[in-house]
């Protein structure tokens, strides 16, 4: 998900912030933003919550 880190980093979050907010683990960010791992459910609407975009936003398909 190229898009979460672009979005976490335009907002000036780290990782570990990032993972905090939403109830995950820093390495759970990671793998998600290295596309080694895709978040859920729940988790892809908390993390477009807590980054004020929508889901559809966050997995880069906006405008489409």
Do not use: H, W
């Amino acid at each position: 998900m190229k898009k979460l880190r672009e979005i976490r980093q335009k907002m000036c979050m780290t990782q570990a912030m990032l993972a905090d907010k939403v109830g995950l683990t820093r390495q759970a960010i990671t793998a998600y933003e290295g596309g080694r791992n895709f978040p859920g459910e729940r988790e892809l609407n908390k993390l477009a919550d807590v980054l004020c975009v929508s889901v559809d936003e966050l997995m880069g398909r906006e405008g489409k």
